[in-house]
């Protein structure tokens, strides 16, 4: 059975940093495109960053560009949201997903309804 685990949110300070993971199991994650997604209270789901398994492409939305970056350990079968320079505004229960489809980064992360399969969620909070 495919599965997504997500963990590494929690309370940071403005400013601060966290590592997320997505750990896969049932299923190697680097034939898939993953992506990294969030939604605050009272809005709709965001795309976050997305990373390609065939060419290891990825795309950033661009509230997190130069703050975010994403990465693939597949000896570990998981990829990773480091999230630096946190603002409140980033406050939101991050999820991630997979496709085995592949059009580009870009338009998978901005169409959630791309993707498959979904992990839990894992709630990140940045305040002072």
């Known amino acids: 059975q495919e599965q997504l685990v997500e963990s590494g949110g929690g309370v940071v300070q403005p400013g601060g940093s966290l590592r997320l993971s997505c750990a896969g199991s049932?299923?190697?994650?680097?034939?898939?495109?993953i992506g990294w997604f969030r939604r605050a209270p009272g809005k709709g789901r965001e795309g976050v960053s997305c990373i390609a398994g065939t060419d290891g492409s990825t795309y950033y939305a661009d509230s997190v560009k130069g703050r975010f970056t994403i990465s693939r350990d597949n000896a570990k079968n998981t990829v990773y949201l480091q999230m630096n320079s946190l603002k409140p505004e980033d406050t939101a229960v991050y999820s991630c997903a997979a496709e085995a489809a592949f059009t580009s980064v870009q338009a998978m992360c901005n169409t959630p309804l791309y993707f498959d399969s979904w992990g839990q969620g894992t709630q990140v909070t940045v305040s002072s």
């Open positions: 049932g299923f190697s994650l680097d034939d898939y495109v």
